[in-house]
């Protein structure tokens, strides 16, 4: 299994070479027959829900500091990369290539939501 080291950050590492480890995971396991688009999709749902009862019941401003915690911090950085690996074995699975998926959302959502009208709002009041 290829294994990133410790010292690789997000500037060092490319999304094909997370894709890499976790396709290498899943292949080690021979997992890719549980693999299916709704297994994964489904999976992801739930890491979803996971990373959000870390912030369950708290308020917005209790929710900023959370990173401040060490302890709670890593927690969440776990809850959130499994969320990051089901979505990278989905896009494998599917052949999804994610650099232009993500280019070509935030292209709508730009559209969608124009920098000029919508800064400072989270809601339109159409």
Known sequence: ?????????????????????????VDDRDWQQFHSPKNLAMSLAIEAAELM??????TVEASR????DAGKRGEVSDELADVLCYALALANEMGID?????RRKMEKNARKYPAAEYRGRYTSEA
């Open 65 to 68: 500091g959370v990173g401040e």
């Open 53 to 58: 009862e870390h912030f369950q019941w708290i």
């Open 98 to 102: 994610v650099s232009d998926a993500v």
């Open 1 to 25: 299994m290829v294994q990133a080291p410790e010292s690789m950050s997000d500037q060092e590492t490319t999304i094909a070479e997370l894709r890499q480890i976790v396709a290498e995971f």
